[in-house]
């Protein structure tokens, strides 16, 4: 059974800096990882989704990278503005079903 | 293109009460998925449907939810009777049909609060 886990579970930074959230899981023969972001009482917006044959994707400010041998993935922010406090959750599709197994998610606060 | 679209935003009942909620998928998304999340965990799948039929339900409460996807385009949850460990936020999720290796979208969610 996939199990997901992020730490740390809140992350609280100054604005400019840049911020590593870590996502983990216990089967390492996974399709892919998406990355998701959540405001407070919204839905799940997907952030990045990488497949099992890419080591990292980028878009904008964020990049994400797997490593499947080690069950990780990374995703990095970089030059974190007030706006993107949010929690961020990873998750992975459980076998031929798709399924998506979540994180508890990580909540971030990034402050002026 | 549209996103996936949920209704209502809100919902506020009594236990023992029924409520309903609905899901519009992303257009030609022949997958779509209910998750249950309540508060400060991840989502947890309740039902998928292909189509419109049921590809995992085992974790629904079928004793007091039930989900139908008629026509394989729009979708229903139900929830009766309510119960207070029901308050959470619903989720409808779309994607293309595929082996796991697709991107999910998700809609707004509806909030329930069971007092």
């Known amino acids: 059974k996939q199990e997901v886990t992020q730490i740390p579970a809140a992350l609280s930074v100054p604005e400019g800096e840049n911020l590593v959230l870590n996502c983990s899981f216990t089967?390492?023969?996974?399709?892919?990882l998406q990355w998701f972001r959540q405001d407070p009482g919204k839905g799940l917006t997907s952030l990045l989704l990488i497949q099992s044959s890419q080591r990292e994707q980028t878009s904008g400010r964020l990049n994400a990278s797997l490593d499947k041998s080690s069950g990780r993935s990374t995703l990095y922010i970089a030059a974190s503005q007030p706006g993107d406090s949010a929690t961020y959750l990873c998750?992975?599709?459980?076998?031929?079903?798709?399924?998506?197994?979540f994180g508890t998610g990580t909540r971030l606060q990034v402050t002026l | 293109e549209a996103g996936v679209a949920q209704s209502p935003r809100y919902k506020i009942i009594e236990k023992r009460q029924s409520v309903a909620f609905w899901c519009n998928p992303i257009s030609g998304h022949a997958t779509l998925y209910w998750y249950q999340q309540i508060l400060g965990q991840g989502p947890k799948l309740l039902i998928q449907?292909?189509?419109?039929?049921?590809?995992?339900d085992s974790q629904l409460p079928k004793d007091r939810f039930s989900a139908e996807r008629l026509k394989g385009v729009d979708s229903t949850l139900k929830i009766q009777p309510a119960k207070l460990e029901d308050s959470a936020v619903y989720l409808c999720a779309s994607s293309h049909p595929g082996t796991g290796n697709t991107e999910a979208f998700f809609g707004q969610g509806t909030r329930l609060t069971v007092v």
């Open positions: 998750a992975t599709p459980t076998g031929t079903a798709s399924k998506l197994t």
């Open positions: 449907f292909q189509n419109n039929g049921v590809v995992d």
């Open positions: 089967d390492s023969a996974i399709y892919n």
